[in-house]
Each structure stands twice: as structure tokens, then as C-alpha cells.
């Protein structure tokens, strides 16, 4: 038993770089919105209220750069920039698609902790 501890920490620790990439909270958002199809920069970051365009910016240049998304320009006036997951980035459907289902089957029950743990929290003394 020691021994199995042992073997998935340690492989714990050695996607934890590669989790740190692909499981940041604007990620995971941004990949569900272009696992439905191609989007533009600005109608991401409508999507994904209240991103900051830095920060929708940094996170996908960090999923490009991972090969989850890919960039095309678009020869417009203006010029736009459309994103596209990319086969890579498609595997993580599933998964996702996972995640988002618990967390809309658990979300209400996460709620009730969180507000019992507040209201306990408020009573305790250090």
C-alpha cells in the first residue's frame, strides 16, 4: 500500500507542471468555449466575463504555446485573430465536459458547505 502511495505521488508530481497549464481556472473556460467552435478574441472574452484582456491575452498565448489552440489572422479591416482547439486540445473535451457536469450537479451542495464553514469560521477563536 505504501509502495502505491508512494508511485502516485510521484507521478502526481510529474504532471503537476503539465496540470498547472492545462487545469488554470481561464484554461479550462477558454477551451470549453472553443470546444464548440472557433471564436474570435473579443467574443471569448464576452464569454468569459469578467476576464481581463490581459489575462484572456496571456492564457491563450500559454494554450498555443502548449499546442491546445491555435492563432490564424484573419486578412480583414481590421485584422482579426480567430482561435481554434486543436486535436490536441479536443482529448480535453471529455474531461471538461466532465468537470463542468459535476460542478453543475455539486455547485448547490459546494454552496451550502462553503456557508456553513463561514458561519463557523465566524465563531472560532484563534
Known amino acids: 500500500m505504501t509502495s502505491d502511495i508512494t508511485t502516485l505521488l510521484a507521478e502526481i508530481n510529474s504532471t503537476r507542471p503539465i496540470l498547472e497549464q492545462v487545469a488554470n481556472k481561464w484554461s479550462v473556460l477558454?477551451?470549453?468555449?472553443?470546444?464548440a467552435q472557433p471564436a474570435r478574441f473579443n467574443a471569448i472574452k464576452r464569454r468569459l466575463e469578467p476576464i481581463t484582456h490581459k489575462?484572456?491575452?496571456?492564457?491563450?498565448?500559454?494554450?498555443?504555446?502548449?499546442?491546445?489552440?491555435?492563432?490564424?489572422?484573419?486578412?480583414?479591416?481590421?485584422?482579426?485573430?480567430?482561435?481554434a482547439i486543436t486535436p490536441l486540445g479536443q482529448t480535453l473535451q471529455t474531461p471538461?465536459?466532465?468537470?463542468?457536469?459535476?460542478?453543475?450537479?455539486?455547485?448547490?451542495t459546494l454552496e451550502?458547505?462553503?456557508?456553513?464553514?463561514d458561519a463557523e469560521d465566524e465563531n472560532r477563536t484563534e
Open 112 to 117: 451550502q458547505a462553503q456557508t456553513a464553514y
Open 55 to 83: 489575462s484572456l491575452t496571456e492564457a491563450l498565448r500559454r494554450l498555443e504555446r502548449n499546442g491546445l489552440v491555435s492563432r490564424r489572422v484573419i486578412a480583414s479591416s481590421p485584422v482579426a485573430v480567430e482561435y
Open 96 to 108: 471538461f465536459v466532465a468537470l463542468v457536469s459535476w460542478a453543475k450537479q455539486h455547485g448547490e
Open 30 to 35: 477558454i477551451l470549453t468555449v472553443l470546444c
